[in-house]
């Protein structure tokens, strides 16, 4: 499993961790980890996934913040590259918001979302650590 620091790819609002304590204390299930990735799908090519996992795969980024653990497919990792995850309560909506650097479009209702491989530094490839 390797690890990084939370700001090289993915950072969290305080909005976000919060939602994402709550959702984990009130979760019935017996999971480690909150997976994030991107799937192929919806009009505009591609969207956001987020799942509960019980077991952290081998090539899985981990990112933990105080006592959220985010693990990140390792095929989404130049696609997430840059992105601030925020959570966002409004009337009629609420839900997890993706501010990417990588996104060039999205679609009109939400779902998807027009994403583009990152391009990474060479300074910022340096900066990841790997553990064992």
């Known amino acids: 499993m390797k690890n990084i620091t939370k700001n090289n790819l993915l950072s969290l609002t305080p909005r976000a961790i919060e939602r994402l304590r709550d959702i984990n204390e009130s979760s019935s299930t017996n999971h480690v980890a909150v997976k994030l990735g991107v799937k192929n799908g919806g009009c505009a ?3 956001y996934t987020m799942d509960y996992i019980e077991v952290i795969g081998e090539n ?3 990112i933990i913040v105080d006592d959220i653990t985010l693990a990140i497919d390792p095929k989404a990792i130049l696609f997430l590259l ?3 995850m925020d959570y966002e309560e409004s009337t009629l909506n609420s839900g997890f918001i993706f501010n990417n650097p990588n996104q060039t479009d999205a679609c009109g209702c939400g779902e998807s979302v027009t ?16 553990s064992q």
């Open 45 to 47: 090519g591609m969207a």
């Open 60 to 62: 899985d980024e981990v």
């Open 82 to 84: 840059g992105t601030e």
């Open 115 to 130: 994403l583009v491989e990152a391009e990474v530094p060479v300074e910022l490839a340096n900066s990841i650590t790997t």
